[in-house]
């Protein structure tokens, strides 16, 4: 089947007992159960819960995985997975990544014995001395936030097999309708789906989608005895969202495109990061690996005063955290989304107190166009 029809149809069985075509919003904390060891399925609503299934089922399905798991936030997500390592284990963490995984890493999991190491991964080469006789895991972003830097994830994942090193991919900028790291040897996929696999702004949460038995059931043990889990209500918002998934990445993926485009011929912007620019140094690669570019566009203004004229004088484009909804959002990386990483690592790798991040929605683009013209004028 192809994605569309796996996205409106896996896990969205009509409901047995009344027919509705939309999963209900199963909205219990117990079940009822027939004796003692005898009941439905349900037990506990931290355990399991229907909504939650039908979610965890149709998004694994789209990452081409046999086993998923819907947590409370992409961050509960990430802290479930990095609980397959241990203490005395150590993680090769691409260097550029989202600011609050480099937050878990560098002030919560160091202070239980979790060594890690920052490797510019847009180079596979350069992971062959990173590898220590206790790595335990390769944990990639790409393309990364906020500079959009491409790994090759057929070869990092080729590399780290030779060791028997388990590969994770968090593919919350492209969704599984532009990359399936899967597909590329990933072992693991996180998400947060707060952003394009809800795609609406209206609810917070992460995924984690896997192909090892063994794995998924520390998985699911974790899920279950920590308890970030997503809510019924959240399941629900999310499986609506993942319905439209193919159709609103198409649009948000033609409006990058020409968004990046404007702003690369614009004279007051110095630098465009957007994979889908000829001039982008992973084209080739990210022509390859990915089905588009997407809608994650980030340029350079020049200086704090500039980016600030900029981000206060948009009308239409939304100052605000996050991204991935219908509505283009802007932000600051430096002080908003990356202002845990220290600044000499910031401006090592581009994420400097002039650069601008703007996820374009689908709007009509010549508003977004205008919009930004008019700020940057």
């Known amino acids: 089947m192809g994605f569309s029809t796996i996205a409106i149809h896996a896990g969205n069985e009509p409901d047995i007992a009344t027919g509705a075509v939309s999963v209900p919003i199963y909205q219990t904390s117990t079940y009822a159960q027939d004796g003692l060891g005898r009941h439905k399925g349900y037990e506990y609503a931290r355990t399991q819960n229907p909504t939650r299934s039908a979610l965890e089922k149709n998004i694994a399905a789209l990452e081409g995985a046999r086993f998923g798991y819907a947590f409370a936030s992409g961050m509960a997500a990430t802290d479930a997975v990095l609980k397959l390592v241990r203490s005395g284990d150590h993680v090769i963490l691409g260097d550029n990544t989202y600011g609050g995984t480099f937050r878990l890493f560098n002030k919560v999991l160091s202070n239980y014995g979790i060594e890690f190491d920052l490797v510019d991964t847009t180079e596979a080469t350069n992971l062959e001395q990173a590898f220590k006789p206790n790595t335990k895991m390769v944990f990639v972003e790409t393309p990364t936030n906020p500079v959009m ?110 968004v990046a485009s404007f702003l690369a011929e614009h004279p007051k912007i110095q630098k465009v990061y957007y994979p889908g620019l000829v001039s982008h140094p992973q084209h080739e690669l990210a022509k390859r690996q990915q089905k588009g570019f997407g809608g994650m566009v980030a340029f350079e203004t020049g200086s704090l005063d500039n980016a600030k004229k900029v981000l206060e004088s948009v009308k239409l484009c939304i100052l605000g955290e996050s991204l991935g909804g219908v509505e283009s959002l802007i932000s600051h990386p430096a002080t908003m989304t990356h202002a845990s990483v220290p600044i000499e690592k910031r401006e090592q790798l581009g994420i400097t107190d002039g650069l601008v991040r703007i996820s374009v929605g689908i709007e009509d683009v010549e508003d977004i166009i205008s919009d930004l013209d008019q700020a940057l004028g």
């Open 149 to 258: 830097s491409v790994t090759d994830l057929q070869a990092v994942s080729e590399i780290a097999h030779q060791r028997g090193v388990r590969v994770v991919c968090d593919n919350t900028f492209m969704s599984p309708y532009l990359q399936r790291p899967i597909d590329f040897g990933v072992d693991i996929v996180v998400h947060s789906t707060t952003k394009y696999l809800n795609g609406h702004s209206d609810s917070v949460g992460g995924f984690v989608a896997l192909n090892d038995e063994k794995d998924a059931e520390w998985i699911q043990f974790i899920q279950n005895s920590v308890g970030a889990i997503l809510s019924p209500f959240d399941s629900f918002l999310v499986l609506r969202g993942t319905k439209t998934l193919a159709v609103r990445m198409e649009a948000h993926d033609k409006n990058g495109r020409q």
